[in-house]
Nanobody, 123 residues
Framework: QAQLVESGGGLVQAGGSLRLSCAAS????????MDWFRQAPGKEREFVGR????????YYADSVKGRFSISRNNAKNTLYLQMNSLKPEDTAVYYC????????????????WGQGTQVTVSS
């Protein structure tokens, strides 16, 4: 019954900020890489960023580098995505995910997915 549950999505104006949370339960994900993906209508699911839970090593897509940051709270088993300087093109459903063998962006290697949370950025 391992589960990832996203929260924190909503409507925000361009230039604003939002923080998403991903609560992990049912098992330890401390040996996993934790990823954020997003998917806009009519678009393929896109890699956003990754944090290695144990080491804290981080990777970001070029499209969000410098604006988004990933962190985690080990005690709460919770992953965060801080989004700053939001743009309308950031509008998407955001998903957290966990995997062990894939490189960043390799969707086929993901073992667990959250249900997604909607982020809408208005002009």
């Amino acid at each position: 019954q391992a589960q990832l549950v996203e929260s924190g999505g909503g409507l925000v104006q361009a230039g604003g900020s939002l923080r998403l949370s991903c609560a992990a339960s049912g098992r330890s994900f401390h040996t996993y890489a934790m990823d954020w993906f997003r998917q806009a209508p009519g678009k393929e699911r896109e890699f956003v960023g990754r944090i290695n839970w144990s080491s804290g090593n981080r990777y970001y897509a070029d499209s969000v580098k410098g604006r988004f940051s990933i962190s985690r709270n080990n005690a709460k088993n919770t992953l965060y995505l801080q989004m700053n300087s939001l743009k309308p093109e950031d509008t998407a459903v955001y998903y957290c995910a966990a995997g062990r063998t894939g490189r960043p962006g390799d969707i086929s290697s993901i073992e667990y997915w959250g249900q997604g949370t909607q982020v809408t950025v208005s002009s």
